[in-house]
T-cell receptor, first 109, second 114 residues
Framework: GQNIDQPTEMTATEGAIVQINCTYQ??????LFWYQQHAGEAPTFLSY????GLEEKGRFSSFLSRSKGYSYLLLKELQMKDSASYLC??????????FGTGTKLQVIP | DVKVTQSSRYLVKRTGEKVFLECVQD?????MFWYRQDPGLGLRLIYF???????EKGDIPEGYSVSREKKERFSLILESASTNQTSMYLC?????????????FGEGSRLTVL
């Protein structure tokens, strides 16, 4: 089965950097996703990691360590619009993508 | 533009009613999924389908069934709705074996069972 853990809530200041961690235990692994979900809206894709290392995409970066079952999402130069839930999801060898419970990030002035 | 459309944004049903939630995608994706999302529990997979007429149980299939008669349409059926099925239901699609396999989500259907 799958077990994915991430913090429930985080608060960070506008302009700062925040790191959202995700640990997972899965039977098979074929990639890890990060999604952003604003309140009342559908999740939208942020990043995908299948190999170890850091993937950078503008203000957002995602890191993966497969041996440790660990990933993080790094958000730089935080903006108020970054207030949202951030969902970590794991893709096993079959097509069933499993999500963590999400981290609700509040950005404060 | 990628589009996943769910038929109803908000539904209110009574206990015991049969409920149909419809989802249509226009991207010719093979895979389609139904999730429910509840506070503190995150997104949980109910059923998914990787081809027409094919379906597989997710993590919480009890009380639900699905239908995939056409590639673009995936329906979730609650045969006899119960109050514990009050939730936000999200449909998603993805290409099979795609480079990323990213999920594209619909806007969600918020179901209240009284």
């Amino acid at each position: 089965g799958q077990n994915i853990d991430q913090p429930t809530e985080m608060t960070a200041t506008e302009g700062a950097i925040v790191q959202i961690n995700c640990t997972y235990q899965t039977s098979g692994f074929n990639g890890l996703f990060w999604y952003q979900q604003h309140a009342g809206e559908a999740p939208t894709f942020l990043s995908y990691n299948v190999l170890d290392g850091l993937e950078e995409k503008g203000r957002f970066s995602s890191f993966l360590s497969r041996s440790k079952g660990y990933s993080y999402l790094l958000l730089k130069e935080l903006q108020m619009k970054d207030s949202a839930s951030y969902l970590c999801a794991v893709r096993p060898p079959h097509q069933k993508v499993t999500f963590g419970t999400g981290t609700k990030l509040q950005v404060i002035p | 533009d990628v589009k996943v459309t769910q038929s109803s944004r908000y539904l209110v049903k009574r206990t015991g009613e049969k409920v149909f939630l419809e989802c249509v995608q226009d991207m010719d994706h093979e895979n389609m999924f139904w999730y429910r999302q509840d506070p503190g529990l995150g997104l949980r997979l109910i059923y998914f389908s990787y081809d027409v007429k094919m379906k597989e149980k997710g993590d919480i299939p009890e009380g639900y069934s699905v239908s995939r008669e056409k590639k673009e349409r995936f329906s979730l059926i609650l045969e006899s709705a119960s109050t514990n099925q009050t939730s936000m239901y999200l449909c998603a699609s993805s290409p099979f074996g795609g480079a990323i396999g990213e999920l594209f989500f619909g806007e969600g259907s918020r179901l209240t069972v009284l």
